[in-house]
């Protein structure tokens, strides 16, 4: 099984920059499907981006094309998050998954272990 530690939540004005962290213990990642989940107060959750097993595939909700970068580091068991220009909308509990299967990435459904989760302020 994987165990995922989340890191790099916190408060930003509108306009910065956060970087999210995720590592795994129990088992590497090298070829799980990782994933970022966002679920604001009151609101479902929903997708924010996946990146396949090589890191050769990214996916975006249109939310956050161009202002979120996510990547991988096999060698270190390590899922990030690169969120810039943020907006007060981004407010949420982010969670980082992984998918052990060939599922449909952009589904919390699909997704057989989760992170904490790390809360991510955007203030105006």
């Known amino acids: 099984q994987v165990q995922l530690v989340e890191s790099g939540g916190g408060l930003v004005q509108a306009g910065g920059s956060l970087r999210l962290s995720c590592t795994a213990s129990?088992?590497?990642?090298?070829?799980?499907?990782l994933g970022w989940f966002r679920q604001a107060p009151g609101k479902e959750r929903e997708f924010v981006a996946a990146?396949?097993?090589?890191?050769?595939?990214?996916y975006y909700a249109d939310s956050v094309k161009g202002r979120f970068t996510i990547s991988r580091d096999n060698a270190k068991n390590t899922l990030y998050l690169q969120m810039n220009s943020l907006k007060p909308e981004d407010t949420a509990d982010y969670y980082c998954?992984?998918?052990?299967?060939?599922?449909?990435?952009?589904?919390?459904?699909?997704?057989?272990?989760w992170g904490q989760g790390t809360q991510v302020t955007v203030s105006s």
């Open positions: 129990g088992r590497t990642f090298r070829t799980y499907v």
């Open positions: 998954a992984a998918d052990r299967g060939s599922g449909r990435y952009w589904s919390p459904y699909e997704y057989d272990y």
């Open positions: 990146i396949s097993w090589s890191g050769g595939n990214t």
